[in-house]
């Protein structure tokens, strides 16, 4: 058998919350060994994936179901993507940004009062934001208000200088600029799936279809397989996961730009919206839907075995959590109306009245279903409390971390792997150095990057 490759730092995971670490730590320590172990012969293969997400970079100024604190940590996590990629050769700037303008949509006299509270509470922190009546919304977005009726009030906030990102080729930008910087100190390993991670005596040995390697510290950042992760090392056990399938729909390009509708604080997943597609243009993408769908990765139909194995659903106390969670009417009845939007032929009639809320005129046989298209968004449910705990998730154990990023993880990635490095910093006593000034100056304009402001819980959008 082969010798075990030795590591300081080892990342489970080359999405683009374990490519994001794998720079922070290849950029900005002088840690003399970092690994990144991905399943897949290419990074960002899973819900990174350009086709998988909505490519918004979430910064919190359409997102009406954040807190107005959630809102402004979120907005300096999300804006240090555009810091760093603006640092990089202008080719590979246009690969990854988009300049894409957002609106936020409220119709009818409830919603729109409510995005009028919202407006006011969070102006100050978006100077560019603006409020838009209907027929101003009517000159920048035309088909939203064409075939409306007369007397639907509408309301809108928008911002002309939204982004969108690629987060696949950010994530591909993270692992050459590791090569180009710290190759011999930092290694990734593609086609190397992590089979089992056992704790020995002083270090971790993690197990893969290729060899063994071992490590001080351990970063899962598998996203929805974290948990299996954590579960098998004997943390995180009170968890389980609601499997949430989120597809999409293509129609021809009827929209300049992101149009998102209001959120609903119950319905985590909610919130249809119509999108430019970074990766094909010429059209507008619709969703995602959110189907409830017991597998680990989307296309994967043998991941299942995993989801089952991770959500413990045979317990008594996940059942008794899953009846509570799913016994209120307004989730229940919504996730019911989700799973109707994927039969074959019928499904797309009966998600129309979501797109009509934006595209009055468009009709059923003007969208289709984009195959190959959509992601899982596992949410976590707490078999104690019987909660359904939204955003992301982080377990600290002895010397490892386990991540679960649902979104906003992506926009979140280089602030997510800033707290992870002071948290690797500090296992290893500060024998390390992390150099969070020359990374505040790179990646955050000189500002302080204030990793205890919580970015993740209690929020949902994508
Ligand atoms: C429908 C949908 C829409 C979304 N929209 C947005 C959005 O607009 N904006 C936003 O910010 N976020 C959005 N998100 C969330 C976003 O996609 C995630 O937060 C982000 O991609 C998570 O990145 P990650 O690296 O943690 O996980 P992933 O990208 O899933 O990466 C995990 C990696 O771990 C690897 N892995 C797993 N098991 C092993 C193993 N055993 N060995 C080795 N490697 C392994 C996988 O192959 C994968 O590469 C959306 C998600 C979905 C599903």
Request: proline share 6%.
């Given at each position: 058998m082969n010798k075990a490759k030795k590591y300081d730092v080892l990342i489970v995971g080359g999405g683009v919350s374990g490519t994001a670490l794998f720079y922070m730590l290849a950029q900005y320590t002088n840690l003399s060994k970092i690994a990144l172990l991905e399943k897949y012969n290419k990074v960002a293969q899973v819900n990174s994936k350009g086709k998988n997400?909505?490519?918004?970079?979430?910064?919190?100024?359409?997102?009406?179901?954040?807190s107005p604190e959630k809102t402004k940590a979120v907005r300096s996590a999300a804006m240090m993507i555009p810091s760093y990629v603006r640092r990089l050769h202008p080719d590979a700037q246009n690969k990854i940004l988009f300049r894409v303008p957002k609106m936020v949509l409220a119709v009818g006299k409830d919603e729109i009062a409510k995005l009028g509270e919202r407006y006011e509470e969070i102006r100050k922190l978006y100077p560019d934001l603006q409020k838009l009546n209907k027929k101003e919304i009517g000159r920048i977005e035309p088909n939203i208000t064409k075939g409306r009726k007369e007397n639907e009030e509408l309301l809108a906030l928008y911002t002309p200088d939204g982004y969108a990102v690629d987060y696949e080729m950010l994530a591909v930008s993270f692992t050459k600029e590791v090569k180009k910087k710290a190759d011999g100190r930092a290694d990734l390993f593609l086609g190397q799936k992590v089979k089992n991670i056992k704790r020995g005596d002083k270090e971790y040995q993690i197990e893969t279809n290729k060899g063994i390697f071992e490590a001080s510290i351990v970063v899962v950042n598998a996203d929805s397989y974290s948990l299996l992760f954590a579960k098998s090392l004997g943390?995180?056990?009170k968890f389980s996961l609601i499997p949430v399938a989120g597809n999409f729909y293509f129609s021809d390009e009827v929209l300049n730009g992101k149009v998102y509708t209001m959120q609903d604080q119950k319905l985590p997943f909610a919130a249809v919206h119509g999108d430019p597609d970074v990766q094909v243009p010429g059209k507008t993408r619709w969703g995602p839907t959110a189907k409830f769908f017991?597998?680990?990765?989307?296309?994967?139909?043998?991941t299942s075995l995993d989801y089952f194995k991770s959500a413990g659903l045979f317990r008594y106390c996940t059942i008794k959590s899953f009846i509570k969670i799913l016994s209120d009417f307004t989730r229940f009845k919504y996730l019911l109306k989700n799973a109707l939007y994927d039969f074959p032929l019928i499904g797309k009639i009966f998600f129309m009245p979501n797109i009509r809320k934006i595209v009055p005129l468009l009709k059923a046989r003007d969208i289709k279903k984009a195959k190959g298209f959509g992601g899982m968004r596992l949410q976590r449910v707490?078999?104690?409390?019987?909660e359904l705990q939204l955003g992301e998730g982080r377990i600290v154990g002895d010397n490892i971390i386990f991540n679960m990023t649902p979104s906003p993880g992506a926009s979140a990635c280089l602030f997510n792997a800033v707290r992870d490095t002071e948290e690797i910093m500090s296992f290893f006593d500060n024998r390390y150095k992390f150099d969070k000034h020359m990374m505040e100056n790179e990646c955050v304009g000189g500002y302080p990057c204030d990793t205890t402001k919580d970015v993740s819980a209690d929020f949902y959008s994508s």
């Open positions: 997400n909505s490519q918004t970079l979430h910064v919190g100024d359409i997102e009406t179901n954040y943390y995180g056990k017991p597998v680990l990765e989307s296309g994967k139909p043998l707490d078999t104690e409390t019987h």
